[in-house]
T-cell receptor
């Protein structure tokens, strides 16, 4: 089945630094990848939609200059949290949509970001 | 925008019984609806998809129903096992695009 690899699984960084999270589709091509954020005991909230070769589309209230998304190839999207602050601490999850399966959304295992 | 509610934040079920989870939405009826399982500290894992013209879908011990009149989907786990304990999320596609909106989730605990 389709597999999405997300790295790192956990990261602790100092306030003011930047963190990059990678999301790779391992055995399929994904023109579209999605980035979600999940706070404890809450559901997934979509942050942005990234399309290969074009600029990401951000949801209302998400700062595009803070959460930089790059989708350079059909198998890789990255999310960079710039100048991280403690309130950015959260669980970040990516999802990739298979080109050949319009109903197929495969999720990564998530990244637990803690900003100290 | 679509508002999706899953009626129980937490649900405890005795092992061997059937667990029934509810997903209600408020606006337009989507072309399909999905159910996911999420374990603590992990990403969601796809379980089942049901289309708007399907009343019921089954997969092993799982069964999903979709009532577009009631704007509701029910998710059943029969012969429940402690290993079924997890958070279950329903998700609907947004109208006109490929984004998924997730429900609030139900944390299911199967008690041995």
């Amino acid at each position: 089945g389709a597999v999405v690899s997300q790295h790192p699984s956990r990261v602790i960084c100092k306030s003011g630094t930047s963190v990059k999270i990678e999301c790779r589709s391992l055995d399929f091509q994904a023109t579209t990848m999605f980035w979600y954020r999940q706070f404890p005991k809450q559901s997934l909230m979509l942050m942005a939609t990234s399309n290969e070769g074009s600029k990401a589309t951000y949801e209302q209230g998400v700062e595009k200059d803070k959460f930089l998304i790059n989708h350079a190839s059909l198998t890789l999207s990255t999310l960079t949290v710039t100048s991280a602050h403690p309130e950015d601490s959260s669980f970040y999850i990516c999802s990739a949509r298979d080109l050949e399966d319009i109903y197929g959304y495969t999720f990564g295992s998530g990244t637990r970001l803690t900003v100290v | 925008s679509q508002k999706i509610e899953q009626n129980s934040e937490a649900l405890n079920i005795q092992e061997g019984k059937t667990a029934t989870l509810t997903c209600n939405y408020t606006n337009y009826s989507p072309a399909y609806l999905q159910w996911y399982r999420q374990d603590p500290g992990r990403g969601p894992v796809f379980l089942l998809l049901i289309r708007e013209n399907e009343k019921e879908k089954r997969k092993e011990r799982l069964k999903v129903t979709f009532d577009t009149t009631l704007k509701q989907s029910l998710f059943h786990i029969t012969a429940s096992q402690p290993a079924d304990s997890a958070t279950y999320l329903c998700a609907l596609p947004n109208f006109g695009n490929e984004k998924l909106t997730f429900g609030t989730g139900t944390r299911l605990t199967i008690i041995p």
